[in-house]
């Protein structure tokens, strides 16, 4: 079993940063890949971010290329999602995920097996 919780949401205006925090506990974090995904009012889930067992291999979703950074810190079981240059369109709630079985990042919310409640960011204009 793994438990996720998710920290750092909030309102922020456009072109402000967030740090989003995901505290693991249960199994070995080293172990495993992470993600971030979001979900909008109305909207499907989607992928933001993922990061291999060591942060030695990321992957983002175009729309947050160059703007957002995923990272990890083992010792601590936490990933972290850094958000830059935020923009209403970011607004949403976000999960972080734990894929246990994988090998490469993976984008497919099917491919995470545990899954953290959520946090709300709201951008505004």
């Known amino acids: 079993q793994v438990q996720l919780v998710e920290s750092g949401g909030g309102l922020v205006q456009a072109g402000g940063s967030l740090r989003l925090s995901c505290a693991a506990s249960g199994r070995t974090f080293s172990n495993y890949f992470m993600g971030w995904f979001r979900q909008a009012p109305g909207k499907e889930r989607e992928f933001v971010a993922a990061?291999?067992?060591?942060?030695?291999?990321?992957d983002y979703t175009n729309s947050v290329k160059g703007r957002f950074k995923i990272s990890r810190d083992n010792a601590k079981k936490t990933v972290y999602l850094q958000m830059n240059s935020l923009k209403p369109e970011d607004t949403a709630v976000y999960y972080c995920a734990a894929d246990l079985f994988s090998w490469v990042c993976s984008e497919n919310p099917r491919a995470y097996d545990y899954w953290g409640q959520g946090t709300q960011v709201t951008v505004s204009s």
């Open positions: 990061i291999s067992w060591s942060g030695g291999s990321t």
